[in-house]
């Protein structure tokens, strides 16, 4: 059974620094792309970052680049999103989810149960 | 970047009447385009990959068509259960952009 659970969220002040972790069990973690995609309290979904399989590849959105950094550990099956200066807008549930293939470019066939991240002025 | 237009916003209907969510992406991304279903206070849950292939266990009663820029997601019987926030997908290429959702509600 594919399970995926983040862990990191926090309160934090405008301009800080917090790093998410998904650990990810139930399947060959390396062989498949993982994504972040977070959802601000009563929003819709916003994807984030993607990370292909081998971690060769890396993509973000344009409100988050430069500033957050998306990783894998594949020895630890675990992702990461480490995110600096952060906004009041970054306030979500952060959700990692695994993507249907190695690639980038694939749907998201698993979502964790979400991290909350609440950014305070 | 591609901007995905979904529509309408909400809609209301009744058990058993047929639904169809309409979503058109700024550029055509050839079949690259998922469907989810959000239940309120649940994970999104992937429901259509490839504009047309239903995910495992999703019930038949939702289908998904469409290529290049214009899709659909159609709810051939609207059940209560499938009262939920829809929304579309491109992964033809990063950024991998969401649709602003379409809310469901039953009448």
């Known amino acids: 059974e594919v399970q995926l659970l983040e862990s990191g969220g926090a309160l934090v002040q405008s301009g800080g620094s917090l790093r998410l972790s998904c650990a990810a069990s139930?399947?060959?973690?390396?062989?498949?792309?993982m994504s972040w995609v977070r959802q601000a309290p009563g929003k819709g979904l916003e994807w984030v970052s993607v990370i292909s399989g081998s971690g060769g590849s890396t993509y973000y959105a344009d409100s988050v680049k430069g500033r957050f950094t998306i990783s894998r550990d594949n020895s630890k099956n675990t992702l990461y999103m480490q995110i600096n200066s952060l906004r009041a807008e970054d306030t979500a549930v952060y959700y990692c989810?695994?993507?249907?293939?190695?690639?980038?470019?694939?749907?998201?066939?698993?979502w964790g149960q979400g991290t909350l991240v609440t950014v305070s002025s | 970047d591609i901007q995905m237009t979904q529509s309408p916003s909400s809609l209301s209907a009744s058990v058993g009447d047929r639904l169809t969510i309409t979503c058109r992406a700024s550029?055509?991304?050839?079949?690259?385009l998922a469907w989810y279903q959000q239940k309120p206070g649940k994970v999104p849950q992937l429901l259509i990959y490839a504009a047309s292939t239903l995910q495992s266990g999703v019930p038949s009663r939702f289908s998904g068509s469409g290529s290049g820029t214009d899709f659909t997601l159609t709810i051939s019987s609207l059940q209560p259960e499938d009262v939920a926030t829809y929304y579309c997908q491109e992964y033809n290429s990063a950024p991998l952009t969401f649709g602003g959702g379409t809310k469901v509600e039953i009448k």
């Open positions: 550029q055509g991304i050839s079949n690259y």
């Open positions: 989810a695994k993507a249907r293939a190695e690639r980038v470019s694939a749907a998201l066939n698993y």
């Open positions: 139930g399947f060959t973690f390396s062989s498949y792309a």
